[in-house]
């Protein structure tokens, strides 16, 4: 009688412990979370311009122009590399030049895009659509480097969120004895071809990895034969966690909304 | 000892001008963000010589990216290079037709003249004559413009380069010549099935008719 009990009360356990474990991997199915996209389908991106809430105005911040060169940096390579996932993905995406040309026929601000009608940029440019980023923060402290951002991707047609996951992502700066930043070999080939910094480099390969972590994760384009073929894979959480670490490996993970939040907007 | 010194030298070249595009392409993605951090007409130039030089070298091995075409025809527009321009706006909407829409209307706001010149001549055109060196602004220099524009029209290719497009020709003939046998087989083979059917039949209404007579 003992022995059963036991037994029972061993694989109680085990199924506890396998369900948290499977639930802990990935949030939700691919069919589940980007159901607008399988339902839309759409092919044809187009992203707007950054959001930079981080952006180091020379005017505001005059002495310190090396971190400000680095900062703003990023920003740029960050709008470069975003399409490049996408359009491994089967997407069409406009370029940055192109893009910015369309940006200027806009009048409307940012906070008025992201809430208002798109219907314009279906029937003007056949985007089907809108790439939305914010990048909130630039954090530095206890050896790493970490920036919060915001990806939002919205129909021009029915105007739902086909998409919306925010970030933090961390980068592990290797340090020496003396506690001084010691650039990884990658990092200062990276700044060569560039022509950047190296602390500049540095935070475009952190923004490049969190590009390929959330953008790869969206469905394969109705363009690809491959459509639909990825509906039972498991999908990124809304709010995610990315560390970028010494060995150049990229862990993710989800995090809460709370302490994202907590992360990100409070000092 | 020479062969292998042959071979290493060989595989060396070869690794340096692979090593060629992707260093364009750093440099293109470099320019791309100096101008995106400092929109000057220098910065400008620097960029649309950057696209030009890694596009022509593109095109010639493959399919360029998505927005890449447009991207070169956005900067040859703003330094005043309409008919580049509309070139390179027509190889984005022949390379990728889902970016037709969003390109007739960055033409009708950057280069209106060419609005309606959809030709699509603009892929047999010589785009190894586009001079990317000699991208400069266009209101100080319109006779480069229009030397340009005649240099595109003259084919120029190496002995490399005219030996390869043979090959391909030669190959793209055989296989045209393969799949025209591999038809006219098939074509053969439907008619003797469909005698054969025919014959059949044929004997089973004679037998259905002895039958019946029967």
């Known amino acids: ?267 | 000892m020479k062969r292998i010194l042959v071979l290493t030298l060989i595989l060396g070249a070869l690794a340096a001008t692979g090593c060629s595009s992707r260093k364009a392409a750093g440099n293109s993605n470099a320019l791309l963000i100096q101008y995106m951090q400092d929109d000057s007409q220098a910065n400008l130039v620097n960029l649309s010589k950057a696209y030009g030089s890694q596009l022509s070298r593109v095109i010639r091995e493959g399919r360029p990216q998505p927005g890449e075409c447009a991207d070169y025809a956005v900067t040859l527009a703003l330094l005043n290079h309409a008919a580049e321009a509309n070139t390179w706006f027509n190889l984005e909407a022949y390379y990728y037709p889902t970016s037709t829409q969003y390109v007739e209307q960055l033409k009708l706001d950057l280069i209106p003249e060419y609005a309606s010149d959809n030709s699509t001549d603009a892929k047999d055109a010589d785009l190894s004559a586009f001079d990317s060196k000699s991208v400069e602004d266009g209101s100080a220099n319109a006779q480069m413009a229009d030397n340009n524009q005649q240099a595109a029209t003259k084919v120029k290719l190496t002995k490399k380069e005219k030996k390869k497009l043979a090959r391909q020709k030669a190959k793209a003939k055989k296989k045209a010549k393969h799949e025209k046998q591999k038809a006219k087989k098939a074509k053969i083979k439907a008619k003797k099935k469909a005698k054969k059917q025919a014959a059949k039949q044929k004997a089973k209404a004679q037998k259905e008719s002895n039958r019946n007579e029967e």
């Open chain 1, 1 to 267: 009688m003992k022995t059963t009990t036991m037994k029972l009360r061993i694989s109680i356990l085990m199924v506890i412990l396998a369900a948290t474990v499977l639930s802990s991997c990935k949030s939700e199915r691919k069919l589940t979370y980007y159901s607008d996209i399988y339902a839309e389908k759409p092919t044809t991106i187009y992203v707007a311009p950054i959001n930079d809430r981080a952006a180091r105005k020379p005017d505001k911040y005059e002495k310190d122009k090396a971190y400000n060169a680095e900062v703003n940096a990023a920003s740029s390579y960050f709008l470069k590399t975003i399409s490049q996932p996408l359009i491994s993905q089967g997407y069409y995406v406009i370029g940055p030049l192109a893009a910015a040309q369309i940006a200027k026929n806009e009048t409307r601000t940012y906070r008025q895009l992201v809430k208002t009608d798109l219907n314009s940029y279906s029937a003007d440019y056949g985007v089907d659509a809108i790439l939305f980023t914010t990048i909130h923060r630039w954090k530095e402290g206890n050896g790493t480097w970490t920036v919060y951002i915001e990806y939002v991707l919205r129909s021009t047609k029915t105007y739902a969120e086909l998409m919306h996951t925010w970030v933090e992502a961390t980068k592990v700066i290797f340090t020496d004895m003396k506690k001084d930043p010691v650039p990884m070999r990658a990092d200062r080939l990276f700044a060569k071809r560039l022509d950047i910094s190296v602390g500049a480099a540095e935070r475009c390969i952190l923004v490049n990895s969190v590009n390929n972590v959330v953008l790869k994760d969206l469905p394969i384009s109705s363009s690809r034969r491959q459509f639909e073929t990825d509906q039972h894979l498991g999908s990124n959480s809304a709010y995610l966690r990315v560390t970028y670490n010494e060995t150049g490996e990229i862990e993710s993970e989800p995090m809460s909304m709370e302490a994202f939040e907590d992360a990100c907007f409070t000092k």
